[in-house]
Nanobody, 123 residues
Framework: QVQLVESGGGLVQAGGSLRLSCAAS????????VAWFRQAPGKEREFVAT????????YYTDSVKGRFTISRDNAKNTVYLQMNSLNVGDTAVYYC????????????????WGQGTQVTVSS
C-alpha cells in the first residue's frame, strides 16, 4: 500500500504560480511512477503530468507544456508540480496517483490516489 497526501492548492490570480506537493508513505517510493491528474466541475478526470521512478523521464499533456514542471525527491518521498502562468482553465481538483513500475497516462493504470487539492484560478 502507498498512501498519498496532496497539498499546496489554493486561490491564485491568472498569471500566478502554485506548487503542489504529493507526500507518499508506505512502500518504497522509488519503485513507483507518479502522475498528476485533474478534474474540473462537470468534466472527466484528465492526465496532467507523470514522472518516472528515477525522475529522469517526464510527460505532460499539451495544454500545460512549458508552464508546469513535475519533479520528485525520492529522499523525501515527495513529488511536486510547479505550475506557472496559470489560467482559468487550470481550475480543478488536482490528484496525485502512483503505480508500481513504469509511467502511464491513463487514470485506470494507477492503483493509489490521494484525496485531491483544489486549485482555483481567478481572472
Amino acid at each position: 500500500q502507498v498512501q498519498l497526501v496532496e497539498s499546496g492548492g489554493g486561490l491564485v490570480q491568472a498569471g500566478g504560480s502554485l506548487r503542489l506537493s504529493c507526500a507518499a508513505s508506505g512502500r518504497t517510493f522509488s519503485n513507483y511512477a507518479v502522475a498528476w491528474f485533474r478534474q474540473a466541475p462537470g468534466k472527466e478526470r484528465e492526465f496532467v503530468a507523470t514522472i518516472s521512478r528515477s525522475g529522469g523521464t517526464t510527460y505532460y499533456t499539451d495544454s500545460v507544456k512549458g508552464r508546469f514542471t513535475i519533479s520528485r525527491d525520492n529522499a523525501k518521498n515527495t513529488v511536486y508540480l510547479q505550475m506557472n502562468s496559470l489560467n482559468v482553465g487550470d481550475t480543478a481538483v488536482y490528484y496525485c496517483a502512483a503505480r508500481f513500475g513504469l509511467t502511464a497516462q491513463e487514470a485506470g493504470a494507477y492503483a493509489y490516489w490521494g484525496q485531491g487539492t483544489q486549485v482555483t484560478v481567478s481572472s
